[in-house]
């Protein structure tokens, strides 16, 4: 006698409709366990009292810096915001591993003159409007992170309008990888200076201080936001452009 | 209460999409949404109908918003974008190799 080895199409689907049905069922549950979690939960204390009060207090006195935000990231909090570039230096380090291959990245041969010349002229603005965002991080909104978005954007229009070989020739992954390896270690050294200078590491630096609301102030904030965006950025057209090589191999 | 809401619904889209879609690329998406909804629930707490945490000079604001909140979810954010990253990139490396991103059908390979 044989043992029929694959099971019925309907009773699959029914399996299929039956574990459906079963998740469904504990998701309801989980939403609902955590609607009343909700409902014990006591009102937002933050702002009355502990650290949100003192850094709302005080913020601007210790570092100087206007944007309190900026003044958590990369003084309260600086080791944690080294943890966070170390994160994304493993990941960029990861990708580039897996996808590691000696073939130029040409996949497309970009679009038309008209969008080239605009962007030729637009180029200049936005990579202005980075540099802004990215050295004003600690009087208005913004920072390395978000400023090194902007930057790795422009890497990523120019394989889009020009074509993916362009922006290779003009900064290789050579020059990406510098600006990467110095963006972190400007931020090393500066917590390395904070040890010599103010004895604990990533200590805001009091020499560097100036009046406040002026570019040049805020101790070393500025600084660490200058390297933290250029390794996010570089860090980020690394991430695409491993992304992108992978399909053709032709000659540019 | 609003925030409550859409947190749980956003959520549970995100844990749906991850525990049920066989498509890789989708449990990915699923657990971004799961990130999107943490990181909106701790913004959405955290208003308290301030301004932004910034100081003006010349001007005494009397109201902010708290800031600590807003400095981790930057951090959650950029943790979140490295990690869908990686996981893109594995799964480019699986497509590669065994020609399917489908979970079902990987099983079935590894019988």
Same mark, same amino acid.
């Given at each position: 006698?044989?043992?029929?080895?694959?099971?019925?199409?309907?009773?699959?689907?029914?399996?299929?409709? *039956?574990?459906?049905?079963?998740?469904? /069922?504990?998701?309801?549950?989980?939403?609902?366990? $955590?609607?009343?979690?909700?409902?014990? *939960?006591?009102?937002?204390? /933050?702002?009355?009292? =502990?650290?949100?009060?003192?850094?709302?207090?005080?913020?601007?006195?210790?570092?100087?810096?206007?944007?309190?935000?900026?003044?958590?990231?990369?003084?309260?909090?600086?080791?944690?915001?080294?943890?966070?570039?170390?994160?994304?230096?493993?990941?960029?380090?990861?990708?580039?591993?897996?996808?590691?291959?000696?073939? $130029?990245?040409?996949?497309?041969?970009?679009?038309?003159?008209?969008?080239?010349?605009?962007?030729?002229? *637009?180029?200049?603005?936005?990579?202005?409007?980075?540099?802004?965002?990215?050295?004003?991080?600690?009087?208005?909104?913004?920072?390395?992170?978000?400023? =090194?978005?902007?930057?790795?954007?422009?890497?990523?229009?120019?394989?889009?309008?020009?074509?993916?070989?362009?922006?290779?020739?003009?900064?290789?992954?050579?020059?990406?990888?510098?600006?990467?390896?110095?963006?972190?270690?400007?931020?090393?050294? $500066?917590?390395?200076?904070?040890?010599?200078?103010?004895?604990?590491?990533?200590?805001?630096? /009091?020499?560097?201080?100036?009046?406040?609301?002026?570019?040049?102030?805020?101790? #070393?904030?500025?600084?660490?936001?200058?390297?933290?965006?250029?390794?996010?950025?570089?860090?980020?057209?690394?991430?695409?452009? #491993?992304?992108?090589?992978?399909?053709?191999?032709?000659?540019? | 209460?609003?925030?409550?809401?859409?947190?749980?619904?956003?959520?549970?889209? !995100?844990?749906?999409?991850?525990?049920?879609?066989?498509?890789?690329?989708?449990?990915?998406?699923?657990?971004?949404?799961?990130?999107?909804?943490?990181?909106?629930?701790?913004?959405?707490?955290?208003?308290? @109908? @301030?301004?932004?945490?910034?100081?003006?000079? @010349?001007?005494?604001?009397?109201?902010?918003?708290?800031?600590?909140?807003?400095?981790?979810?930057?951090? !959650?954010?950029?943790?979140?974008?490295?990690?869908?990253?990686?996981?893109?990139?594995?799964?480019?490396?699986?497509?590669?190799?065994? @020609?399917?991103?489908?979970?079902?059908?990987?099983?079935?390979?590894?019988?």
């Amino acid at each position: 006698m044989e043992i029929p080895t694959e099971t019925q199409p309907e009773v699959e689907i029914l399996n299929k409709l *039956m574990k459906k049905t079963l998740i469904s /069922g504990v998701l309801i549950g989980v939403a609902f366990a $955590l609607y009343h979690n909700f409902a014990l *939960m006591p009102e937002y204390q /933050g702002l009355n009292e =502990g650290l949100s009060n003192y850094i709302l207090k005080s913020g601007l006195n210790d570092t100087g810096s206007l944007n309190l935000i900026t003044a958590v990231l990369y003084d309260y909090r600086a080791f944690d915001s080294l943890g966070e570039s170390t994160v994304i230096f493993g990941a960029v380090s990861g990708i580039v591993l897996i996808l590691s291959r000696k073939m $130029l990245p040409v996949s497309s041969k970009g679009l038309s003159f008209i969008v080239k010349r605009t962007l030729g002229i *637009m180029t200049p603005f936005i990579a202005l409007f980075g540099f802004y965002v990215i050295t004003h991080g600690h009087l208005t909104p913004g920072g390395g992170f978000q400023g =090194g978005v902007i930057l790795a954007a422009i890497s990523i229009i120019f394989s889009i309008v020009y074509g993916s070989a362009f922006d290779y020739r003009r900064y290789s992954p050579q020059t990406k990888t510098a600006l990467e390896t110095g963006g972190a270690l400007t931020f090393l050294g $500066l917590g390395l200076a904070g040890i010599l200078m103010e004895g604990a590491f990533l200590h805001n630096l /009091g020499f560097l201080t100036a009046e406040t609301g002026t570019l040049i102030s805020a101790g #070393s904030i500025p600084y660490i936001n200058i390297g933290v965006g250029f390794k996010v950025g570089a860090g980020l057209a690394i991430i695409f452009y #491993s992304m992108i090589q992978k399909t053709f191999e032709e000659d540019f | 209460m609003f925030n409550n809401l859409i947190f749980i619904i956003l959520f549970m889209l !995100g844990f749906y999409a991850l525990v049920m879609k066989t498509n890789l690329i989708k449990n990915v998406i699923g657990l971004n949404l799961m990130e999107a909804a943490v990181f909106f629930w701790v913004i959405s707490f955290s208003d308290i @109908g @301030g301004e932004v945490s910034i100081h003006k000079l @010349g001007e005494e604001v009397t109201k902010f918003n708290d800031p600590v909140p807003q400095a981790l979810t930057l951090t !959650g954010i950029v943790i979140g974008a490295s990690t869908a990253a990686l996981l893109l990139t594995l799964i480019m490396e699986l497509n590669k190799f065994s @020609g399917t991103i489908d979970r079902d059908q990987l099983e079935e390979l590894n019988d």
